[in-house]
């Protein structure tokens, strides 16, 4: 079973619902719980200015740290004793550094199913991505429709 277990968290209706199913499965295996959110810019930014303002890196840090907090908070309600951990950067790359330097054996991400193919292609996905880098197994939670609402 696992040992250690690294949530993705981003505060969208389906990251609640992964943090829901990494809490079932994290209470039913008994392992250590960590919580990550990645504060991210567009790339559109980069390429329009050149660079970052750092008040809109403090301002996404500010952001993603209130949603960090969320889940946390969400977690420990239900009695867990979960870590959290704030990264800025991609959050392919920085869920992929973080499982490894924590060592875990699982990774957890919810996903918005999208229409058509196209648009999953068009947009690209954080789930998809992660499974050709992760250094361990990863859930890709689906919140089912009632639960969208």
Known sequence: MYRKILMAYNGTREGRGALTKCAELAAFSKAETHLLAV???PSSMFLTEGFLPEELIEEEKK?????????LKKLE????????HLA????VDEICRSAREIGCDL???GHHQKQSFA???????????????????????????????
């Open 39 to 41: 504060a991210t810019m």
């Open 77 to 84: 309600e239900r009695g867990f004793n979960v870590q959290g």
């Open 88 to 91: 800025v950067g991609e959050p």
């Open 119 to 149: 648009a999953r292609w068009w947009s690209g996905s954080v789930g998809a991505t992660l499974l050709d880098y992760a250094p361990c197994s990863v859930l890709i939670a689906l919140t089912p429709d009632k639960e969208k609402e």
């Open 63 to 71: 952001r993603m740290q209130e949603v960090l907090d969320e889940g």
């Open 107 to 109: 990774i957890v991400v």
